[in-house]
Every structure is written in structure tokens, then in C-alpha cells.
């Protein structure tokens, strides 16, 4: 990473916003805390795939650490074996990097101390400070009490020094099935804090761990494993979201009775919470495993690999976490400035072409039939470094079937029976008939074109308004688009608790176009090609299906914010 060259860790002359984290970490600095060090991380379970909330934790603890010079460690919280997979944990080393962060050398597991777990394990019960509780788990819970009501303590709380230490090893040992003994660390059962009620640090599991196999048939519960981790790794600035808050005098408490190497400070700050779609791993692994969606990545999910599949770029949720920006308080960010910083990305990079989705068949009779024309159109019109395309034209031709109404309201100002428009960067031309199908349907449009606005303006001063696009039916490509829309219909699905949330899918938010026709400079569109589809909106070539001879488009997003007039109208 390069020198800092501001108090932020921005390059001179560049600005990068503050917030409450970045003003703590400059005082740490000031006051020589650390050592002048600043070393944060990312610490997924990799028991699902991450989506766009992880992103704004990913940006934050990995920009953090580019930003002041220091390190961000990437470590998985692998101490529950019944839900990890590797999967899992190949699909988030692959998401933080497609962000544009890369971990180094600074890649750990939870499990990678499991001995060190244990034996401050051993620690806490020699002090007096932990015991082995064979209460069931649902007298645990009534024991525990509620916020209103202190709770009571384990009639195993008095076990000697000695009994838990024999029974803390013989667990070790696989002597127990599950359920039958925990250990507990000894704090305080009348706390107000219900995370201080002598939680559980320790638990059986026969269960075959997916790095240490079967090893271990106890592990650490994740408030004990998290901060020693984060001590054992010198983590400087342990960042979460704000459901740790109440967390956080355990994280200390721990610390406070364990010779580590140091002792981190936990800072929280609000997670990221978007309307019009669920959060919640459950809530995903449901839609996943019920059906509701194609699988992780499918690209209406809110993953990072549904997203990109979809065809975000990595710096458009770059730009849109640093837009959402850092505080204190949970909130719920518009999905709308999302696709905001999408279009503001695309805007600029994409190429643009031309596709038809719902094709009708126009033919140009005072067209020469065996002529064929080629047109040279920028590829982006205000990039020249983008280049050109060539756009071929003969006298049979497609365009959208929305582009023409046969009794058009006043407002509308593309194709209709003796209306001029202008096919884009060709010739202005003028529907003379209508050819209908057996069943009445509009199959074809008869035209005329002007051989004198090749380019330029007609002669007589006449004004042309619209301006609709095309494909030669002679040279375009056959394509499969994907419309995406918003998974739910509500802003808040899961608002009313009455309620399955997944009542409120959207039935509408995947439509599959067959037939489609592209331009055929797309024909070697490759997976992951972005393209601005010219007054459609912008679509990527599919990450998986898109393959030689078969072209795959998702959309990834209109033009317009088309959810906004939605909205005011409701």
C-alpha cells in the first residue's frame, strides 16, 4: 500500500469523507496508541454466500487499512462444522477480491487457534471465572431471565475448580453426546446485560469440522472466539455492526481475564439495510433452498455473486457504500441510489449497440433488395478512444414492437401509419401500411425511406422528432434477453410479522425474452461484457449461460429510475 498522504490516508488534493471511525482511529494515531499501527479485518462465517451488506463492511475494514497503511486480515468464523462449507469459503475469497481488495498474506481461520481456545479455556476455569453447566438448553433459557427480570443461577455454578476441569477435558475427550454439558463463563446473572448471564463459551459437537475433520467434538461459541482471534492477530480496530453493541462488555470482559498479546477496541457502526429486498442469511437460504430464485446467484438476489452476475461493476458498490457512508444509526437506503450508482458507472464505461427485444419486421420498399449499406456509429458518444462499430443496412429490417402504435396518443412521437422518424444514424423513413396476420395481429410494416437524410437534415426543412433504432434482419444475431426487476413489491417485505414475507415477491421480476435480435458487433460478447442497449437500458452478457453461439443478456438496469413514478403513484 502507498504512503498516506493525508490525515485520512488519501492521496494529497484527494478528499475522502470522515466518519466517527476514522476520527477515532486519527486520535489513536495522535496519541501513539498501537504503536502507530492500524490493522483491521473481515471476519465472514462461511455458512452462505455474502451479499451487499457484507460489501459495505468489506469496503470499510479493507479501505481503512489502504487508506492508513496498514493491514486488513480476512479470517472465517469457522467454529460451527453443521453449516460451513468450503464452497462458502471460495465464494467469499472470490467477492472480496472481484471488490478490489486482496487480504495478502493475512488470511486466517477461527479454527486456526482452536488449541489456543482451549487452553484459555482451561485458563478461565482454573481462575474460578468458567464452569461446565449440564443444565438442558431449555432450562438454560429459563434460567436466564428477561430484561426485566434478573436471572437465576446454575445449580453446577459451584462445581470446584477441579470437577470442571475434569469434565471440561473429558468433553474434549468425546466422552459426552451432544447437549449434555457447556461451559459457561462465571460473571454475573443479575446483570442487566443478558450477554454477561454466565453465557456459553463451549459446546458439544460430533460433528466432522471441514478443515480439522474430526479433532474437535467441542467448539467455541463465537463471542469467545471473536476477541481472542482479534487479540491473537493484534487486530487494532475490531469493527461491527451495531447488533454487537450489547456485545461488547463480554468481547472486553474476556479479554480483560486472558493474558493476550493485546486488547483490541470493538467499534460498531449501522449495518446496511436496503428497501425492496431481505438481508437476512435465513430469509436467503429460504429463497434459495424453497425455490424462489435460481440458486445464489441468481442475479434478483442480493449476493455479491447475484450482483455481479446481474452486471454491477465492482466500483459502482464501491461508490455506493461510500455514498451510504458510516454512522451510528440503523437505517434503510433507497434501492434506488444503487441503481444510481450503477447507471452513473455504466454511463461511462459501456459501450453502446443496439438491440431489439420484441422485434417487428419493417420493410422498405423503395429500398434496393439486394443493397446493402453500412453505417459507422461511435461506440460510445463521448469517448472517441471507444472507437467505432459498423452497422450494416438492407432493406428489410427490425424494430421495436413499442416503437409503433397505430393510434398514437399526442405525446407519442415514434413509428405510425404516415409518421416520419429517423431509424439511428440511418435515413428518416414513413410507414405507408400495416400487413396484419390470420388472427389480426400486426406482423409487418410497409415504408418508404428518403435517400436524401443519409446524415444530414431533409432538404425541405421538414422536422423529424423521433428517433427509434433497429437491426438488419439480414445480419443480426439471435440473443436471449433476461428482464430483472426488484425481488419484492413492498418496500419493507418482512414489516408486517404477520405475514409471510414471501408473499410480497415480486411475480414480475424475472421475464425471459426469446427471439430477441442484436447488432452484429455483439456476436463475440464475452461473459461479463457490459453494453448500453441504446434507449433500452444497460445489459451484460450472462457470467455462466452466455457462451460462443449462444448469446445470454441480463439486464442490469433501466435507463430511468422506472421504480420512482411507481412509488408516487402509490
Not at 100 to 117: I, K, T, V
Not at 132 to 156: H, N
Not at 267 to 275: D, P, Q, S
Not at 299 to 322: A, D, K, W
Amino acid at each position: 500500500m502507498e504512503e498516506p498522504k493525508t490525515k485520512n490516508g488519501s492521496e494529497a488534493g484527494e478528499s475522502r469523507p470522515g466518519n466517527f471511525i476514522r476520527a477515532i482511529i486519527d486520535e489513536d494515531l495522535k496519541a501513539g496508541k498501537n504503536d502507530g499501527r492500524v490493522v483491521t479485518r473481515f471476519p465472514p462465517e462461511p455458512n452462505g454466500y455474502l451479499h451487499i451488506g457484507h460489501a459495505k463492511s468489506i469496503c470499510l475494514n479493507f479501505g481503512l487499512a489502504r487508506d492508513y497503511r496498514g493491514k486488513c486480515h480476512l479470517r472465517f468464523d469457522d467454529t460451527n462444522p453443521c453449516k460451513e462449507e468450503v464452497e462458502y469459503e471460495e465464494s467469499i475469497q472470490n467477492d472480496v477480491r472481484w471488490l478490489g481488495f486482496d487480504w495478502g498474506e493475512n488470511f486466517f481461520h477461527a479454527s486456526d487457534y482452536f488449541p489456543q481456545l482451549y487452553e484459555y479455556a482451561l485458563d478461565l476455569i482454573r481462575q474460578g471465572k468458567a464452569y461446565v453447566c449440564s443444565l438442558s438448553a431449555e432450562q438454560m433459557r429459563d434460567y436466564r431471565g428477561t430484561l426485566r427480570e434478573p436471572g437465576r443461577e446454575s445449580p453446577y455454578r459451584d462445581r470446584s475448580v477441579e470437577e470442571n476441569l475434569d469434565l471440561f477435558q473429558r468433553m474434549k475427550a468425546g466422552e459426552f453426546p451432544d447437549g449434555t454439558h457447556v461451559l459457561r463463563a462465571r460473571i454475573d446473572m443479575a446483570s442487566p446485560n443478558l450477554n454477561l448471564r454466565d453465557p456459553v463459551i463451549y459446546r458439544i459437537r460430533h460433528e466432522e469440522h471441514h478443515r480439522t475433520g474430526d479433532q474437535w467434538v467441542i467448539y467455541p461459541m463465537y463471542d469467545y472466539t471473536h476477541c481472542i482471534s482479534d487479540a491473537l492477530e493484534r487486530i487494532t480496530h475490531s469493527i461491527c455492526t451495531l447488533e454487537f453493541e450489547d456485545h461488547r462488555p463480554l468481547y472486553d470482559w474476556v479479554l480483560d481475564q486472558l493474558d493476550v498479546p493485546c486488547h483490541p477496541q470493538q467499534i460498531e457502526f449501522a449495518r446496511l439495510n436496503i428497501n425492496y429486498t431481505v438481508l437476512s442469511k435465513r430469509r436467503l437460504i429460504e429463497l434459495v433452498t424453497g425455490g424462489f430464485v435460481s440458486g445464489w446467484d441468481d442475479p434478483r438476489m442480493p449476493t455479491l455473486s447475484g450482483i455481479r452476475r446481474r452486471g454491477y461493476t465492482p466500483v459502482s458498490i464501491r461508490n455506493f457504500c461510500e455514498k451510504v457512508g458510516v454512522a451510528k444509526r440503523d437505517s434503510c437506503v433507497d434501492m434506488g441510489l444503487l441503481e444510481f450508482c450503477i447507471r452513473e458507472d455504466l454511463e461511462q464505461a459501456a459501450p453502446r449497440a443496439m438491440g431489439v427485444l420484441r422485434p417487428l419486421k419493417l420493410v422498405i420498399e423503395n429500398y434496393p433488395e439486394d443493397q446493402v449499406e453500412e453505417f459507422e456509429a461511435p461506440c460510445h458518444p463521448n469517448d472517441p478512444a471507444m472507437g467505432t462499430r459498423t452497422i450494416p443496412f438492407c432493406r428489410e429490417l427490425f424494430i421495436e414492437r413499442d416503437d409503433f402504435m397505430e393510434d398514437p396518443p399526442k405525446k407519442f412521437f415514434r413509428l405510425a401509419p404516415g409518421r416520419e422518424v429517423r431509424l439511428r444514424y440511418a435515413y428518416i423513413i414513413k410507414c405507408t401500411e400495416v400487413i396484419r396476420g390470420a388472427h389480426g395481429e400486426i406482423v409487418e410494416l410497409r415504408c418508404v425511406y428518403d435517400p436524401e437524410t443519409r446524415g444530414s437534415a431533409p432538404a425541405d426543412g421538414r422536422k423529424v422528432k423521433g428517433i427509434i433504432h433497429w437491426v438488419s434482419a439480414r445480419h443480426a444475431v439471435a440473443a436471449e434477453v433476461r428482464l430483472y426487476d426488484r425481488l419484492f413489491v413492498k418496500e419493507d417485505p418482512c414489516a408486517d410479522k404477520s405475514v409471510d414475507y414471501k408473499t410480497h415477491l415480486n411475480p414480475h421480476s424475472l421475464e425471459v425474452l426469446t427471439g430477441c435480435l442484436v447488432e452484429p458487433s455483439l456476436a463475440k460478447a464475452v461473459p461479463e461484457n457490459r453494453y448500453q442497449f441504446e434507449r433500452l437500458g444497460y445489459f451484460c452478457a450472462d457470467r455462466w449461460d452466455c457462451k460462443p453461439g449462444r448469446l445470454v443478456f441480463n439486464r442490469t438496469v433501466t435507463l430511468k429510475d422506472t421504480w420512482a413514478k411507481i412509488d408516487k403513484k402509490d
